[in-house]
């Protein structure tokens, strides 16, 4: 267990209103990781963060963004939400620790854009 | 590009019956290779891991894999099947830095 918790688990929104959504850690990783689950595509990484305040974009970032203005805390946010963007959303930890680069993933939260 | 193929989108085998779940990798000689398994409703749990040594390798629950480096796999096996191991699997790769790349994944269905 790496000490993952995602807020809120599920939500609904509706087109254009922004979300945010939270990603917590308690083991003082270094990098952390925001991910989207869709059928058939696997994971990809939205954004990822290498320290505090520390960020860059992944491979699907359009229409988000992200902050970290503490270790413990990684957040997510849909400026202005579209239905393309209902998904699950996985946050992950890249564990410090070891030599292999393993991440280690949060529970998810579905997010539904209606 | 980096990339991870998973060629069956889903795979049924019955319960006792051995398993074997194929995953090809794009670039990199010795690259970082990873499995992970998904229950419904949940997040990935880490299955196994491979850098480098012994091209089999054996992870958690009854599963192994193989790195084949001549055929860019590294396949995911079990010996027998339980019902309990009905879930989603990914592959993955990292990429050479601190970012990791997933194949679409398996969905594995398990028949009585």
């Known amino acids: 267990d790496a000490g993952i918790t995602q807020s809120p688990r599920h939500k609904v929104t509706e087109t254009g209103t922004p979300v945010t959504l939270r990603c917590h850690q308690t083991?003082?990783?270094?990098?952390m990781y925001w991910y989207r689950q869709d059928p058939g595509h696997g994971l990809r990484l939205i954004h990822y963060s290498y320290g505090v305040k520390d960020t860059d974009k992944g491979e699907v970032s359009d229409g988000y963004s992200v902050s970290r203005s503490k270790t413990e805390d990684f957040l997510l946010t849909l400026e202005s939400a579209t239905s393309s963007q209902t998904s699950v959303y996985f946050c992950?930890?890249?564990?410090?620790?070891?030599?292999?680069?393993?991440?280690?993933f949060g529970p998810g939260t579905r997010l539904t854009v209606l | 590009a980096q990339s991870v193929t998973q060629p069956d989108i889903h795979i049924t085998v019955s319960e006792g019956a051995s398993l074997e779940l194929r995953c090809n990798y794009s670039?990199?000689?010795?690259?970082?290779l990873f499995w992970y398994v998904q229950s419904p409703g949940q997040g990935l749990q880490l299955l196994l891991k491979?850098?480098?040594?012994?091209?089999l390798v054996q992870g958690i629950k009854g599963f192994e894999a193989e790195f084949k480096r001549s055929q860019s796999s590294f396949n995911l096996r079990k010996p027998s099947v339980h019902w309990s191991d009905a879930a989603e699997y990914f592959c993955?790769?990292?990429?050479?830095?601190?970012?990791?790349?997933f194949g679409a994944g398996t969905r594995l269905f398990v028949k009585a």
């Open positions: 670039y990199g000689a010795t690259p970082y």
């Open positions: 491979y850098f480098s040594g012994d091209t």
């Open positions: 992950a930890i890249r564990d410090r620790d070891s030599a292999y680069n393993e991440q280690f």
């Open positions: 993955a790769k990292n990429t050479g830095g601190f970012k990791t790349i």
């Open positions: 083991e003082n990783h270094r990098y």
